[in-house]
């Protein structure tokens, strides 16, 4: 049992870098993949674990914590770009409004 685990782990590892990777060259399909196929993997992980597989798990959370801010930070980007496209559509709309007065 312990063998099929550290296999488990391995693969949500080598998952995790593949999710990275996406993430990193903004494939979101590619990400939203990877995330469902790591899921079970992590979910199935059970509360005693070796130095060893602590290790792993340790990796993977460094891993996602440097993922999740790479996403917050190109969602903050995007929404500053929705904000801003946003404002010109409303002053094109003003100029617009005023040009026909």
């Known amino acids: 049992m312990?063998?099929?685990m550290n296999d488990s782990l391995t693969r949500a590892l080598d998952?995790?870098?593949a999710l990275e990777s996406a993430v990193s060259q903004q494939d979101w399909a590619r990400a939203s993949a990877i995330v469902?196929?790591?899921?079970?993997?992590?979910?199935?992980?059970c509360p005693d674990q070796t130095p060893e597989a602590l290790d792993k798990?340790?990796?993977?959370?460094?891993?996602?914590a440097g993922i999740?801010?790479?996403?917050r930070s190109?969602?903050?980007?995007?929404?500053?770009?929705?904000?801003?496209?946003?404002q010109r559509i409303k002053s094109v709309s003003m100029y617009h409004t005023t040009g026909m007065l």
């Not at 999740?68 to 996403?71: E, G, I, Q």
Request: proline letters at 2%; hydrophobic letters at 35%; aromatic letters at 0%.
């Open 15 to 17: 998952l995790t870098h």
């Open 57 to 64: 798990i340790r990796s993977i959370q460094r891993i996602d």
């Open 68 to 71: 999740s801010a790479r996403a």
């Open 36 to 45: 469902e196929e790591r899921s079970p993997l992590l979910m199935s992980l």
């Open 74 to 86: 190109g969602m903050d980007r995007l929404s500053e770009r929705h904000g801003d496209a946003l």
């Open 2 to 4: 312990e063998h099929t």
